[in-house]
């Protein structure tokens, strides 16, 4: 039986569909589903309570990365935060191996910014700036 190792998380490249270019982020997170359920109390039943499934609901897609100079990302972020353009996009996700094959896609539908956010400058720190991107979505697919 051959030995089988988890993947590990620092790999892995962001590739947005409306401004036709891959980036490098430094952090991924907000890849999560979860079930909305009810709960209904049915009479003369005391020892619990039915939960029935409602909807999934999708968390925020949040990506950080050193400020950069390239303001296509910024642009798109702009347009929608401030002019109320509101373009989606699909997003792909791809975690990759020591060969830079993916391991494991997910692609992101109609995904937009709702937040767009630069680090605290410090003369007392030497920090990278870091440019963080919140945006919405309707859901995902793993590929």
Request: charged fraction near 20%; aromatic fraction near 12%.
């Amino acid at each position: 039986m051959a030995n089988y190792y988890p993947p590990l998380g620092f790999h892995f490249k962001v590739f947005i569909e409306n401004i036709k270019s891959e980036y490098q982020f430094q952090s991924v997170s907000g890849l999560q589903a979860s079930l909305e359920t009810e709960e209904i109390a049915e009479g003369g039943e005391n020892r619990f309570k039915h939960k029935l499934p409602l909807r999934t609901s999708y968390s925020n897609l949040v990506l950080k990365r050193g400020l950069n100079t390239n303001k296509k990302l910024y642009n798109w972020c702009q347009d929608a935060v401030n002019g109320l353009d509101i373009s989606p996009s699909p997003i792909t996700i791809q975690l990759l191996n020591e060969n830079n094959e993916p391991l494991s896609t997910w692609n992101i539908v109609n995904a937009y910014p709702i937040k767009w956010e630069v680090s605290d400058f410090n003369a007392e720190e030497s920090n990278i700036v870091i440019e963080t991107l919140e945006l919405s979505y309707s859901y995902f697919n793993v590929l």
